[in-house]
């Protein structure tokens, strides 16, 4: 298993600045034991009846198997081969390669106590991977919810969706990829790639790039009739055979919202009042009836609001079937 401490090859550059020892903030408290470190309650109980000890550090967290075996199928099978063969170490003792960041997370979650604080993605990951092998299921479920939170998904979408191909998760796979779509498709060269096919990285990008043409082929075709007219700009009746045309601050707005919608498919930017008005002042409005149009497609349930209805009606191609 790949390290929670190993440097992202892209990081912030607010991250880039920060201290080496404010990375390492993650590990658990421990106190010494000769050669030996000791994790600190509730998992340093003496009268504990099994011990997990990561061969990296050496540390041992002294637990109880019996909620170990509430939580996993797997110490289930330990407590019942230690039953049948009573006094064997093999069932009161565990090495493990995971660290211990790791092994805490997975403790704090079927223990008693505080669920753990993660704020690192390569934490979720290295617990994810660590649950499933040892067969925490509600321990996997938590941290899934976790790679879907917010402060990944806002952040990160990129990095968990590749997390999410890595493990097989369907649903978190395509939830990463519609916030994928907030951004344009320029991504760091992210560790999580390297576990990943380049037929999962394509799909991603593939994906990108057809809701964008999806998004503004809608756009162009877009037509709100009475909702966006100037009599004095346009003043020539609609027909069906010659529609009205559109004002010329709506050209524009098309004009400018087309590549930003190409570069990143769910942009919200291109419904603030401060792009409309961006947009009416490179056009040089001077028409009043044109002004009023622009205030009437910006309202609620105005035109603009319409167009953000509209796209986000169109059905999202999935990554992974369901």
Known sequence: MSSSTRRKSARTASQATQPASSARRRSPSIEFVGMRRVALAPFND??????IQTQRTNTMFRVSLAILAQASSFFRQVESQRKQNP????????????SDATIETILRFIYPVADPVVQDLDDVCDAYQASVQYKFDYVAKRLREFMLSPRFMDNEPV???AIARRFGLAEETNIAARHVLRFPPNWP???????ISGRAYHELLTLHKNRGRKLVEFLHSFHLKEKITCMK????????????RQPEWWQIYVQQATPLLLDSPANEDIFSLEFILKVAIEAGITCSMCCTSIMQAAQPGGAIAILKEGLASKPFDLVVSM
Do not use: I, K
Not at 46 to 51: G, I, M, Y
Not at 87 to 98: N, P, Q, S
Not at 233 to 244: I, S, W
């Open 46 to 51: 003496p009268q504990a009846d099994f011990v």
């Open 87 to 98: 006094g064997l170490r093999d069932y009161e003792h565990l090495d493990v390669a995971e």
């Open 159 to 161: 990095r968990v969706y």
């Open 189 to 195: 060269a992210y560790e999580e790639f390297d576990h």
């Open 233 to 244: 700009c346009c003043p020539r009746e609609a027909t069906a055979a010659l529609p009205r």
